[in-house]
């Protein structure tokens, strides 16, 4: 009966594995050997333009750990889930302008804040 079990969890993880398919338009790969000593990366190879934006800093933005930064069109969110538990909203000249920290008990209620 075990074995059954296996190997139909085996046929589900198996069937659930696809090939992923990109233009090479969508996908470039950058081959970064680091393994190599005294090997300098020079990041004019990857990046075009470096911006600094510094972020408002105020008791209610204190960010204590970024572990992601989402970039849109109009927002930087910055996305702190060791430390302060929140995703804090950034317009693009680094004004703060929300955190989300509570996290909701309901049933697929989504908090929406215009905003952001």
Do not use: A
Request: proline share 2%; net charge neutral; charged share 25%.
């Amino acid at each position: 009966m075990k074995q059954k079990y296996l190997l139909l969890v085996l046929w589900i993880l198996t069937g659930c594995v696809g090939q992923k398919q990109n233009s090479e338009d969508e996908v470039s790969n950058l081959d970064i050997p680091l393994r190599k000593t005294n090997y300098e990366v020079m990041m004019s190879t990857f990046v075009d333009s470096i911006s600094y934006i510094p972020l408002e800093t105020k008791d209610e933005c204190l960010i204590g750990s970024i572990d992601k930064i989402i970039v849109t069109d109009n927002f930087y969110y910055i996305v702190d889930k060791t430390i302060s538990y929140s995703v804090f909203c950034f317009d693009k000249s680094g004004k703060f302008i929300h955190k989300l920290s509570n996290r909701g008990v309901g049933s697929g209620g989504i908090y929406e804040d215009k905003r952001c």
